[in-house]
């Protein structure tokens, strides 16, 4: 999973999800996913921030999206990212959860 950007707007952030396994992978599309199902964790200069993502867009509302080998995915978080994240003072790093357990991490990014 990388990260693909942050809207001029603010309140969307950008990944992209590939499946470089031999099998599909699944993950729950709520736009209100259950705690610790997807986890941005920022560190500030002073501190490490844990910023709880709940919403996808609406079109994934409700669903279990599938990913099959070899194919891509753009995730639009959305997300009111505090003042300092926007400022480029902090590095972060997204987790997802897939269904059955496994997390996929995002490389390490500045928003």
Request: one cysteine or more; charged letters at 25%; a neutral charge.
């Amino acid at each position: 999973m990388e990260y693909a950007g942050t809207q001029q707007s603010g309140d969307t952030v950008m990944f992209t999800l590939a499946n470089g396994t031999t099998q599909a992978i699944h993950f729950r599309g709520s736009p209100d996913p259950a705690p610790g199902k997807l986890n941005m964790i920022c560190a500030l200069p002073k501190e490490t921030v844990g910023y709880g993502q709940r919403a996808f867009e609406p079109a994934l509302k409700d669903k279990i999206i599938e990913i099959k080998p070899g194919e891509r995915m753009q995730l639009n978080l959305w997300a009111s990212l505090p003042p300092e994240f926007k400022n480029h003072k902090s590095r972060c790093q997204l987790d997802l959860t897939l269904e059955g357990g496994t997390v996929v991490e995002s490389r390490e990014f500045v928003p």
